[in-house]
């Protein structure tokens, strides 16, 4: 089963490596993983989005609480939780193109965010599957180019990973 | 302060060699080199520490290891960046997996030269990442102090390991005041000590209503100092207890209630009463694939598991446990003994049953051996050896045959005295670990049993005990083939001994002379004996004894890699289900 799993470390030289360098010593599936300094700067929140069976989600929820730069760790899957990706992507916009496009990304609720002769980027931000169900709405020969950040996550309500 | 401290400035060598004078660190084992220079001129000027000088940076990781497997001290070593550091990652691998506090001091580049691929520049954080319990590099001279206060505290709190702090050289010739912090406070890493109560009660009250109980434990018992509380606790239930090979000593070996060593090369009756058994106990142990052999096979009998152990990841990671607790082994075993005090108790007809099934396993006598074909058999080599030292030797191994022998005929009856690599398996451990226990103890019996392959792997360091003058004993048990390997291609690959004849081996006796230390080699059984005592009685001598074998020989029981714990083979004819 897919899990989001979020943490919080120590924002120090090498840290990202050591959560990388375990899931892929471990076997670990990675789906994303996305990590960036929250408001206290000596500290990192990393969302990995992994899967694997019960006992391998623990076994992983175990592991990470064993890098000693780990603070907490948190498996968003255990409660309620959102989930938003950002994604760019560069696509065609010539002739009938033009106009198709500006309604898509309407549609999807995206916006324009740069516009050159013959082409649009458009920035989506939504759940993997929003992201995922633009990509397939979207004639495949008019995209260019795209770029996705993986999932970030968050609890619900008064579910809070703070130190 | 920031007065004193300015007027006591020193450099970063120096207070490297303060940090290990706080940590009243007695021998730093170790290696000079470019990037370690300042430091080594640092060590020549003081006189709190000893520093015993290797001739691979392998072999001071592995002594250091040694020295607080003996003594449950911190061990350091100090090695040179680049090949120094990368020679030390076989230590290093080694005493991670077997959970051995260590600080590791590695010299680095400059910091201005660091990925620049200057000469002798490798990332050693990088390098060393998947086989320490953490790791520093240190970039600022004022962070060294913390870092390795740090390092000393993280490798021996918790579930322990080794650490590297790797210090680039110009960090060793800034200049700083040096502060050593009483105390350390780290927000991500506070290791559970205390066991949860209701989950000790729980599993007392099992042990108590068993009826075929047992109990199954590991390094952590030595690792943790808690075999006097095991020995109370098993003594109280009245129940059998095996040790892995790791936790041999854990347990008194020549007790009735111990059941022998189990796993892969364990005793029938402690395989036996593993798979049979209602209600399992396992402290400081985790499960691993020598121990229970395939899992599915394990759990086609149902039991209920207790499993105590420091660190969570190791409870429920390859068998589901029913009752976890997380904590120390020593407070927790402790609390068992409180509640089993006040519960007395009372020997039941099923445990007199389960007693008696596990005489009638014993009465297999699986460890008997044919010693009759004129031979020196590996196991009386072993046996002679428990007589001679009277079972209080320190005895190191290498890996292979002759650990297994060992581990099985020496009967050790305490504990930090069976020195070996049970988790990563490296050969070459034995002579310097056997240095690690002598510089512990100096004037202990020390034992290295080893084989012709593995005692090659670091015989430089035999130049090391001339230098000391460490009377280690050598007992090779030689049979001219890698033992081990040579018994799987026999049993698995139809007698293909694809390379594991070892050809063109030294005349050891020579060589053992040649670093002026003491060579005996010993041919004839009748001989073995008076050998023995004969080298045991050269107290300040080094003495390399070369024993010839039975090439033949293999070592039983056994479980074939993938198999079940009832699935042994007793020897070369006859399997379990034969019986």
Known sequence: ?163 | MSDTAHSHQITGAEIVIRCLEQEKVKFVFGYPGGAVLHIYDAIYNQDHFKHILVRHEQAAVHAADAFSRATGEVGVALVTSGPGATNAITGIATAYMDSIPLVVISGQVPVPAIGLDAFQEVDMVGVTRPCVKHNFLVKDVKDIAVTMKKAFHIARTGRPGPVVVDIPKDITAHLSAFIYPDTVEMRSYNPVTKGHSGQIKKAVKLLLEAKRPMVYTGGGVVLGDASDALIKLVKALGVPVTNTLMGLGGYPSTDKQFVGMLGMHGTYEANMAMQECDVLLAVGARFDDRVIGNPQHFFSKSRTIIHVDIDPSSISKRVKVDVPIVGDVKSVLAEMNELVATEAPKQSPALKAWWEQIEAWRGKLCLNYDNNNGLIKPQYVIEKLWEVTKGEAYVTSDVGQHQMWAAQYYKFDQPRRWINSGGLGTMGVGLPYAMGCQFADPTAQVACVTGEGSIQMNIQELSTCKQYHLPIKVILLNNRYLGMVRQWQEFFYENRYSESYMDSLPDFVKLAESYGHVGMQITKPEDVEGALKEAFDMKSRFVFMDFITDQKENVFPMIAAGKGLSEMILSNNIGAEDL
């Open chain 1, 1 to 163: 089963m897919r899990h989001i799993i979020s943490l919080l470390m120590e924002n120090e030289a090498g840290a990202l490596s050591r959560v990388a360098g375990l899931f892929s010593a471990r076997g670990y599936n990675i789906e994303s993983l996305t990590v960036a300094p929250t408001e206290d700067p000596t500290l990192s929140r990393m969302t990995i989005v992994t899967s694997g069976s019960d006992d391998v989600i623990e076994q992983i929820i175990k592991q990470l609480n064993k890098l000693i730069d780990v603070v907490k760790v948190l498996d968003l899957n255990d409660g309620k939780f959102i989930e938003r990706e950002l994604m760019l992507v560069k696509v065609k916009a010539t002739g009938a193109f033009r106009e198709e496009m500006k309604r898509m990304c309407d549609i999807f609720r995206g916006r324009i965010i740069d516009v050159a002769d013959g082409t649009f980027t458009i920035e989506l931000t939504g759940s993997g599957h929003k992201l995922d169900a633009f990509i397939e709405s979207l004639d495949k020969a008019a995209i260019l180019e795209t770029v996705r950040t993986g999932a970030s996550g968050i609890g619900r309500g008064d579910r809070i990973l703070k130190v």
